[in-house]
């Protein structure tokens, strides 16, 4: 967790996870609160365009 994940009452301050596989929970099911996820993507534009067609 790069960031966030604190709160206070019913507030949750935004979270953001780093380099997190496509494979686990928090890029497969909804998450319910304010997060972003992020993973480093260095090969072709190939494989970049593949991984956005298989999340839509």
């Avoid at 494979?23 to 593949?50: D, H, N």
């Amino acid at each position: 967790m790069a960031s966030g994940g604190t709160g206070c009452g019913g507030y949750v301050a935004p979270t953001v996870l780093l380099d997190v596989p496509e494979s686990s929970a928090a890029v497969q099911e909804e998450t319910f609160g304010p997060t972003l996820t992020t993973t480093e993507v260095a090969e072709a534009l190939a494989r970049v365009i593949a991984l956005v067609h298989r999340r839509h």
